[in-house]
């Protein structure tokens, strides 16, 4: 989860975790890793560039620790909104932290 911390939306300039765009990280018997997440809309145009720069994060920890595939599960139920993000998000987005 911190190196998918280093994964910027393009758009927000915020990153994936902090707002809560990672649902769930999983791992298999032969350590190949799916990340299951969603996108702020279904249109998100820049949607490939995140996956990208995801498998990019994860190669450069598959340096230091023995992963297999990475795979990216873009998943739209439950619908992402504003309160899955960290407070940090909110603060630097303007978002108020209701």
Same mark, same amino acid.
């Given at each position: 989860? $911190? #190196?998918? =911390?280093?994964?910027?939306? !393009? &758009? %927000?300039?915020?990153?994936?975790?902090?707002?809560? @765009?990672?649902? &769930?990280? +999983? %791992?298999?018997? #032969?350590?190949?890793?799916?990340?299951?997440?969603? @996108?702020?809309?279904?249109?998100? !145009? %820049? $949607?490939?560039?995140? /996956?990208?720069?995801? *498998?990019? $994060?994860?190669? =450069? %920890? #598959? =340096?230091? *620790? =023995?992963?297999? &595939?990475?795979?990216?599960?873009?998943?739209?139920? !439950?619908?992402?909104? +504003?309160?899955?993000?960290?407070?940090?998000? *909110?603060?630097? @987005?303007? /978002?108020?932290?209701?």
């Amino acid at each position: 989860m $911190a #190196q998918l =911390e280093n994964v910027v939306d !393009p &758009e %927000l300039g915020v990153d994936i975790v902090n707002l809560g @765009l990672v649902y &769930e990280i +999983k %791992l298999d018997d #032969q350590d190949n890793v799916t990340v299951v997440m969603t @996108l702020t809309s279904m249109g998100c !145009p %820049l $949607a490939g560039t995140i /996956v990208s720069d995801i *498998k990019t $994060a994860l190669s =450069e %920890l #598959q =340096e230091i *620790k =023995e992963i297999g &595939e990475v795979d990216v599960d873009i998943v739209w139920s !439950p619908p992402w909104d +504003k309160s899955m993000m960290s407070r940090y998000a *909110k603060l630097a @987005l303007g /978002v108020a932290d209701n």
